[in-house]
């Protein structure tokens, strides 16, 4: 699916018609009224043990990783097509394999 209206520009009438005319169309998820979203609950208040729960795990996540002492910086490259399938090729950990190879060519 494309996607047809960009949140990075303003609509135009035309667009904003066609949502409205969606919005309208579909019967299964009628847009809310004000009165209904007065009444609106926030997630954690509607389900508080299945929010906790989600928190829970995502502290979780975040820990047990010690901090790296070198970080990898991120960079933008150009590499010819035939080298970067030449690594891809030989399996899923291609990019250990390439900064590898740099490595050795920089004396590392």
Not at 32 to 55: G, N, Q, T
């Amino acid at each position: 699916m494309t996607a047809k209206f960009l949140a990075g520009r303003p609509l135009t009438q035309d667009e904003e018609a066609e949502i409205q005319r969606m919005i309208a169309s579909d019967p299964d998820a009628p847009e809310a009224s004000e009165a209904e979203m007065a009444e609106a609950r926030s997630f954690a208040e509607v389900f508080p043990d299945l929010a906790a729960s989600i928190d829970r795990e995502i502290a979780r996540r975040g820990r047990g990783r010690p901090p790296v002492e070198a970080p990898k910086v991120a960079v933008t490259i150009r590499i010819e097509p035939e080298v970067l399938q030449r690594f891809q090729a030989q399996g899923r950990d291609w990019r250990s394999r390439m900064t590898e190879a740099l490595r050795k060519a920089a004396g590392l």
